[in-house]
């Protein structure tokens, strides 16, 4: 006589179906966001939740320590709770299948919140994460509704396998459908019809002796693939086409405006020459590079509108809802040269560095001065609102602080007795460099050769030779604006408004 009674699976079977009913919710949520809308991909909005919601000091060490792998670290933790939620939730349906849908709901209900709170995403996002909570659930209920067939049916017992193996192979197709979905929104193709951005004024060619790249230094302009990158996208970057753009200047201004991209590109364009850095550059750190903007300046854009007595703070506003605070009256300092960036290094801006538009306003940390993929620009004070990083702590100028750094020796190499080459790199955007100085072993300080000068916007390479015994030695740099301020040996961390110190290399003579 057969046993019809229910089957209790046994607990790593139940565990493998929550786990394959996660993986059928994320794949399935981030396939309908790759055809509704990359940014309604449940995952990569709870993923900016959570990082939008972390501690400062959380954000902080991260962003001082991590560098890139932040990024991967977060969506592997994220993963990890999402398998072991899904795990428990399959064990919660052994006895009562209502138990562990309740859960697989809730996670549900946590990625439709977070979509609904991206600033991009429209109404028709919310059929990703509705779509993945469906998937989820019903992959569940499904397998779940398999492995409890009473144990004679073999048959049942094959076709749950078969079906189980089939889920998982269909979470990799989708999951890989909706990532080739996600980027197929035609920002690149848009990027590629943009075509020349041809400077009516050109940028002053940069002269052979602007750099010692023989002698171990970058090369004075850094090609568009190497040009560091630090932002708080996370999965992809912002992709919006061209034709689809448009920039707003409204809040305390006499005439509110809006501009799309024809009306940039189609004026005069200028093209200047301008050093970048980041903030959470620590001392000798690679986060700074220089490359030739095409653009207008800022300031026609902000007269045309008409500021008004009183806003000192132009707030930036990316497509992805990244917000930056940048003091007016730098922007509006001719000398300095602010622009909206159009192109870079003779092509339109790279994806990843803000196309179709972003912010350059040389002198000041990134933070507060290169709103990438900008599409809105809005004239109020400070005091009465607060941007994304100033919010969490960090400073309001953040005028870039002097610094230099040595390239060659690297730390730790053995070089051959004899003559020995140091070279390396100073900066102090919007001053100038006038002065480079070194020490080994905590010697007198020697002047360096300074590398032609192309503008007081941009950094400025550095040789000294010397004659050094074989054994350990301690190389030291510092570096003195043209204001006369030589940088400080004390050592500050990167955040909240930028590192201090003397970078220093141990290498070996031999």
């Not at 004679?152 to 094959?158: E, I, K, L, N, V």
Request: some cysteine; aromatic content about 6%; overall charge positive.
């Amino acid at each position: 006589m057969e046993n019809d009674s229910p089957v209790i699976p046994s607990r790593p079977v139940a565990a493998g179906i929550g786990v394959l009913s996660v993986l059928a919710a994320v794949t399935a949520g981030h396939l309908v966001a790759g055809i509704v809308d990359p940014d309604a991909s449940p995952v990569l909005a709870v993923g900016n939740a959570v990082r939008d919601l972390s501690p400062p000091s959380v954000t902080d060490f991260a962003i001082a320590n991590l560098g890139d792998t932040k990024k991967a670290l977060l969506f592997g933790g994220l993963g990890v709770v999402l398998l072991v939620t899904g795990a428990v939730a399959g064990l919660l349906s052994r006895r009562r299948l209502w138990l562990g849908i309740a859960l697989a709901a809730a996670v549900g209900v946590v990625g439709l919140v977070a979509v609904l709170d991206q600033p991009t995403v429209g109404v028709v996002g919310v059929t990703a994460p509705l779509a993945s909570t469906a998937a989820g659930v019903g992959v569940l209920w499904w397998l779940h509704t398999l492995a409890t067939r009473p144990a004679p049916d073999s048959a049942a017992r094959r076709r749950f396998l078969l079906t189980s193996a089939g889920v998982a192979v269909g979470a990799g197709v989708l999951g890989g459908a909706g990532q080739l979905l996600a980027g197929r929104n035609g920002a690149a193709a848009s990027r590629a019809a943009v075509g020349p951005l041809t400077p009516a004024f050109p940028a002053p060619p940069i002269p052979a002796g602007a750099d010692f790249a023989a002698a171990g230094t970058p090369r004075f302009l850094t090609s568009n693939r190497d040009f560091y990158r630090v932002d708080t996208a996370l999965a992809q970057v912002p992709a919006v086409r061209a034709e689809d753009w448009t920039l707003r200047v409204h809040g305390m201004v006499e005439r509110e405006r809006t501009y799309s991209y024809a009306d940039i590109r189609d004026r005069p364009l200028v093209e200047r020459t301008i050093t970048m850095t980041c903030v959470s550059n620590e001392v000798g750190g690679p986060y700074v590079s220089t490359a030739n903007f095409v653009g207008v300046p800022l300031g026609d854009l902000l007269a045309e509108a008409g500021v008004r007595p009183g806003a000192d703070q132009l707030f930036s506003t990316s497509v992805d809802g990244w917000t930056a605070g940048t003091p007016t009256e730098a922007v509006l300092d001719t000398r300095r040269g602010a622009m909206l960036a159009l192109g870079m290094n003779g092509e339109p801006l790279p994806l990843e560095h803000g196309f179709p538009a972003r912010l350059v306003v040389p002198g000041l940390y990134g933070f507060v001065s290169a709103t990438k993929w900008v599409v809105d620009l809005e004239l109020t004070t400070f005091e009465a609102k607060e941007s994304y990083w100033l919010s969490r702590g960090w400073g309001r100028r953040a005028p870039i602080k002097t610094q230099s750094r040595i390239d060659a020796p690297r730390g730790f190499a053995t070089v051959p007795a004899g003559r020995v080459t140091l070279a390396g790199v100073a900066w102090a955007q919007h001053i100038g460099v006038q002065r480079v100085e070194v020490r080994v072993d905590g010697g007198p300080w020697r002047t360096a050769t300074l590398a032609t000068e192309v503008n007081v916007r941009t950094w400025r390479m550095w040789r000294l030779d010397l004659r050094l015994e074989p054994g350990q030695h301690r190389a030291e740099v510092r570096a003195t604006d043209r204001r006369g301020r030589t940088q400080t040996d004390a050592r500050v961390a990167p955040i909240p408004d930028g590192a201090t110190g003397w970078h220093s290399v141990q290498f070996s003579v031999a």
